[in-house]
């Protein structure tokens, strides 16, 4: 049980670094609600599972040579600009994204959160460095890695699943021109972490 509430700890203070994610999660649960938001939360922490995953079986170490890594930053980042972008166009009833819009009866928003989401396969590496970490200073067996993944990714679903409930209750008291700039706002935001993480140096 410690080693989940380690876990849990430590992927909370992950989560308070907002990312796109995090603003995609709000956005939705302010423009159609809780439960849809949710789906968008589920495919989140699956794909952080699924990473996690990998991590621990070695496939970082692959992705951390440098042109396979480039050639995913450029993917991602592109990946994240093309949504933030179709965010900011809806307002204006355009879209760039054909099939995946923010519908109340959307059943692609889970595709969404899985496509988003794998857009930034580097995750792998981030991952792999935590738990090589936790491995050689805290001597983790195999069994206190799993517990202590499982509350990682946890703490993405609890965080995230609070993000939704923050974005559906203020939805109630948002002015509809206001909801509008704050879509346009927080596609801003999603093409800024797609720029950033382009130009990115890497050390």
């Not at 922490?45 to 050639?71: C, E, H, P, Q, R």
């Amino acid at each position: 049980m410690k080693k989940y509430l380690d876990g849990l700890k430590f992927g909370m203070l992950l989560q308070l670094a907002v990312g796109p994610m995090c603003l995609m999660v709000f956005n939705t649960a302010k423009n159609v609600g809780f439960l849809v938001a949710l789906t968008l939360v589920l495919a989140i922490a699956l794909v952080d599972a699924f990473y996690i995953i990998l991590a621990i079986l070695g496939v970082s170490k692959i992705l951390d040579k440098t042109k396979i890594k480039k050639a995913f930053k450029i993917i991602g980042s592109f990946v994240l600009i093309i949504f933030g972008a179709n965010i900011i166009l809806n307002v204006f009833n355009i879209n760039i994204i054909p099939g995946l819009n923010l519908e109340p009866t959307s059943s692609n928003i889970f595709i969404q959160g899985l496509i988003l989401t794998l857009s930034n396969p580097i995750t792998i590496v981030f991952w792999g460095s935590v738990l090589t970490t936790k491995i050689i200073e805290d001597k983790f067996t195999k069994n206190e890695l799993t517990v202590f993944s499982v509350g990682l990714v946890s703490s993405t679903l609890i965080f995230l699943t609070f993000v939704a409930v923050l974005g559906t209750m203020l939805s109630s008291f948002i002015p509809e021109n206001i909801s509008s700039i704050m879509n346009i706002v927080v596609g801003i935001l999603i093409i800024f972490f797609g720029i950033k993480m382009l130009v990115k140096k890497e050390k």
